[in-house]
């Protein structure tokens, strides 16, 4: 081959290379370009989640009951660290000033640290060495102090933003507001039940990075911005709840009971105006609380009278006026013991009112014999029990109330009066708020309504109203149990407000090893606005609901009507007589 064509096959070779690499180059930057750029991008870039701020809880009048603060965990880069050099510039002998090396690593950005993050240096230093890209140091830094660690500038010192929850009123209505675990997710209470609402959506941030992990000054950044949680409002009167909290309190310290509740709703709409338990402390994710309102049941001893007494006014088998012959025992078919009443007594003539403002136990089964069992049962249901009442709440009991093909031995006749079935203290309230609004039972509520980012308000689905007992049977059963409390016999007596006509039944409930002592009412009896139930679990002193729930409610009430500007009553109550001829 000559020299000519030996410089010939060198052209074409290299013209086919060359076009060769000019056909890759073409492919990889103008075909594939894009997709290799987006790839590479995704290789340099390091995407966060930015926290969304959980929404508010707050009262009906927009006390905020929970709430989030910014706050920051900061973090540590350990290969970063052990590079930094920190530098000071000191004044040197001839005037000048010169940046000399003070400490270097982790020793010495543990000793800037220390002093702000509240760590022992040592402990801190330790956390710093290592080959981890990201360490916690201290999570929940205040601003003030993540300022202060910004303006040191130690290289391999990381923070992320994130949301603290507090609750700036404490104990006030804590087992109610709930809790939030260490993902930021409701885990009781109302933080559970509206958590979905509460969590808002959070944002995301991207930037470039270096191959050692560092952020590179300048690289691009992307936010989505994130959207913060609804705020919940609440039908809690907070500064209400709180007085009530500390009466509870202190009648539970007094008469040195298990627990204690208290419940005060909304006659009219059924929203839940303080829901108290005693011993309530600051929420506390390691420790929940339960909502004793809600979550127990128990025996409603006489308070479950009125139902029997409501059950015979609606049938038509009593008039508050019908006059019974009452023993102090009575003997009952198939039992072998009687009936008795709490104190022993000659037997009296007593009328239906008579009855109810006694508390009598013999007499309230002559008037219950009046009633099939059926009737009774179907009152019982009509007006609640033995079902949820749908309250925003997990864990809600819904009594025990058995059907009377389900009853025992003497099952028939105590559950005349309030034993041998279990009822909450919201069901309870419930019962009153019935009887005050006319028979109309309404559910009960704790969650009036929230508001989006965007400034909307949502309110939850109407219930529908149910109509328990006929307006007359309630006006007369209200008009009767004023008589617990404005008469000598009455039971209730302790109950009394001054300047207010209650509606009251009191109940004491045997259970193992004591008893629970009830109250549960309707203020003011002549213009019906508040359902109250107070409950005394277990008390070892004064254990006699007149002697000591009845005291509790009236408490409870007296703040209830000046917190809430009640008026008073504009007379006398105008009572049946309690006894014939009276």
């Known amino acids: ?9 060198i052209v074409v070779i290299s013209t086919v290379v060359l076009l060769l690499c000019v056909t890759r180059l073409f492919y990889i930057q103008i075909v594939r370009g894009p997709s290799l750029a987006e790839e590479g991008q995704v290789v340099r870039t390091s995407v966060s989640e930015v926290a969304a701020k959980r929404g508010s809880i707050v009262d009906a009048n927009g006390l905020v009951l929970a709430d989030s603060v910014q706050t920051y965990h900061v973090a540590v880069n350990q290969v970063n660290v052990a590079k930094w050099r920190h530098y000071e510039d000191q004044t040197q002998p001839d005037g000048t000033t010169k940046s000399v090396l003070v400490g270097k690593g982790p020793a010495e950005a543990a000793k800037q640290l220390a002093p702000l993050l509240d760590m022992d240096p040592v402990e801190l230093g330790g956390k710093m060495v290592g080959t981890h890209t990201y360490v916690y140091l201290k999570k929940n830094v205040d601003a003030v102090t993540y300022r202060k660690i910004r303006e040191l500038g130690i290289y391999g010192i990381e923070w992320e933003s994130v949301f603290q929850r507090t609750y700036p009123n404490g104990n006030t209505a804590a087992p109610l507001i709930g809790t939030v675990n260490e993902s930021g997710e409701g885990s009781s209470g109302l933080e559970a039940t509206f958590d979905a609402l509460l969590q808002g959506t959070p944002g995301k941030e991207a930037f470039e990075i270096a191959p050692n992990g560092a952020i590179m000054p300048g690289g691009k950044q992307t936010t989505q911005e994130p959207q913060d949680g609804a705020t919940i409002t609440t039908t809690i009167r907070g500064d209400l709840q709180h007085a009530v909290q500390e009466v509870l309190d202190a009648r539970v310290t007094q008469h040195e009971a298990e627990w204690g509740a208290v419940v005060i709703t909304d006659v009219a709409t059924g929203k839940v105006l303080v829901m108290a338990d005693s011993g309530s402390q600051s929420p506390d994710n390691a420790a929940p609380q339960t909502v004793r309102s809600v979550q ?7 308070v479950g009278k009125v139902i029997t007494m409501a059950t015979a006014l609606e049938k038509g ?20 013991l009687p009936i008795t009443d709490f104190h022993e007594h000659d037997t009296q003539q007593l009328t239906a009112t008579g009855i109810l403002a006694e508390s009598s136990n013999t007499g309230t089964v002559l008037i219950g014999e009046t009633v099939s069992d059926q009737d009774r049962f179907d009152m019982m249901h009509a007006l609640g029990l033995g079902q949820p009442t749908g309250i925003e709440l997990a864990g809600e009991s819904e009594g025990l109330v058995r059907t009377p093909d389900q009853w ?69 059963l209200l008009r009767m149990m004023e008589s617990t409390v404005d008469t000598e016999q009455g039971t209730g007596q302790m109950a009394k407000v001054e300047g207010y006509r209650l509606a009251v039944k009191t109940g004491t409930a045997e259970i193992p090893g004591g008893t629970v002592s009830t109250v549960a009412g309707i203020v003011p009896a002549d213009a019906p606005r508040l359902a109250v139930s107070v409950v005394l679990y277990n008390p070892k002193v004064g254990w006699l609901s007149s002697d000591s729930a009845a005291p509790l409610f009236a408490e409870a009430v007296t703040q209830a009507v000046r917190n809430l500007a009640v008026p008073a009553s ?13």
């Open 408 to 476: 025992l031995g003497r099952d028939r006749y105590v559950t005349m009066f309030g034993q041998a079935y279990m009822m909450t203290a919201l069901q309870e309230a419930g019962v009153m708020a019935t009887i005050g609004n006319g028979g109309v039972r309404m559910a009960p509520r704790l969650v009036d309504s929230w508001t989006l980012p965007d400034g909307t308000v949502h309110q939850p689905d109407p219930v529908e109203p149910v109509q328990a007992m006929s307006s007359t049977t309630a006006s007369t």
């Open 296 to 302: 127990y049941a128990f025996e409603p001893g006489s």
């Open 1 to 9: 081959m000559t020299s000519a064509q030996r410089a010939r096959w």
């Open 570 to 582: 504009s007379g006398a109550a105008d009572l049946y007589p309690s006894t014939p001829g009276q």
């Open 317 to 336: 088998s009593v008039t508050p006026t019908s006059v019974f012959t009452v023993p102090y025992a009575l003997d009952v078919e198939g039992e072998d």
